[in-house]
């Protein structure tokens, strides 16, 4: 079959901390495009004349819910080609071209096992997408732990999002790790705060193997790699119990 483009339009545009913005677009075809939490698009952007030039993925941040609206939180690298263009040319009511849904970083249809999410930055997007959609559906599931990185507290995404999950959803539980913060602080939040990188988290708390646990790892090759080799090679696990998308 061949490639199904849609096009759609910016309907909404958000600063979420200084580096990261979310964007919301409306699909502009009548069919639902269905999706499964965990996937991505591939966009392609007026920003250079060869397809491999022009094509980028993103994650799709939000849970399917037949919207035909997409949410997407990017952040902007200095000097990268997309995100320069995504930045500071795509404004409210342009157009973006994109194809999908692709991907395999999805949920099982049944969850038996304990799920434990390590991301840092944007690579929490398909994350909050897989715990919504488990939350609105009413899915069952047993314990989620969310392990978020970031530089500092201001670059938290999501914050109250996944704080008032901790209230309402049973076995949610979510850690924040800030690997340039000199001092961190609790701050009045719900969740378990520390100081460096997402690294020693999991490596704390899943020590003792567990054949009833997964890890899912999303975001940059840095972390990723580091963190496949820690769960593997270091702690012990078998390899099917980790699964990553890497986002570059
Ligand atoms: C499946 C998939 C899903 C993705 N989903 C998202 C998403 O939801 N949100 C998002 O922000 N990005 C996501 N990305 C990354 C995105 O596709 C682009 O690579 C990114 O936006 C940079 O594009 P650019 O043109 O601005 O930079 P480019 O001009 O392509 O240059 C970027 C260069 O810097 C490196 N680089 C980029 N960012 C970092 C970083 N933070 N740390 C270290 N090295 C880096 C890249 O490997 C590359 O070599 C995803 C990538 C994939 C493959």
């Known amino acids: 079959?061949?490639?199904?483009?849609?096009?759609?339009?910016?309907?909404?545009?958000?600063?979420?901390?200084?580096?990261?913005?979310?964007?919301?677009l409306k699909i502009e075809d009548e069919e639902i495009f269905d999706f499964k939490a965990g996937q991505f698009v591939t966009m392609d952007l007026p920003i250079g004349d060869k397809r491999r030039d022009r094509w980028r993925s993103y994650s799709i941040a939000n849970p399917p819910d037949r919207t035909n609206v997409l949410e997407f939180c990017i952040v902007h690298l200095d000097g990268?080609?997309?995100?320069?263009?995504?930045?500071?040319?795509?404004?409210?009511?342009?157009?973006?071209?994109?194809?999908?849904?692709?991907g395999g970083f999805v949920l099982p249809e049944n969850i038996k096992n304990d799920l434990v999410f390590v991301c840092t930055g944007t690579g929490v997007a398909p994350f909050r997408s897989m715990i919504l959609d488990l939350q609105n559906q009413g899915k069952p599931h047993q314990n989620i732990h969310l392990i978020f990185g970031t530089r500092r507290h201001d670059g938290i995404l999501y914050?109250?999002?996944?704080?008032?999950?901790?209230?309402?959803?049973?076995?949610?539980?979510?850690?924040?790790?800030?690997?340039?913060?000199?001092k961190v602080e609790k701050n009045g939040y719900l969740f378990d705060i520390s100081k460096g990188y997402v690294h020693p988290v999991y490596m704390a708390d899943y020590k003792n193997l567990r054949p009833d646990i997964e890890f899912y790892l999303c975001g940059w090759t840095q972390?990723?790699?580091?963190?496949?080799?820690?769960?593997?090679?270091?702690?012990?696990?078998?390899?099917?119990?980790?699964?990553y998308e890497l986002y570059g």
């Open 159 to 182: 914050q109250q999002e996944f704080e008032q999950l901790l209230e309402k959803m049973p076995g949610f539980r979510y850690s924040v790790a800030l690997s340039r913060e000199d």
């Open 80 to 102: 990268g080609t997309a995100t320069e263009y995504l930045f500071n040319e795509l404004e409210l009511g342009g157009t973006v071209r994109f194809k999908g849904p692709d």
């Open 223 to 243: 972390m990723v790699d580091e963190a496949v080799a820690n769960l593997i090679v270091k702690m012990g696990y078998d390899r099917t119990q980790v699964k």
């Open 1 to 24: 079959m061949p490639t199904k483009w849609y096009d759609s339009k910016v309907i909404r545009i958000k600063d979420e901390t200084p580096t990261t913005k979310r964007f919301w």
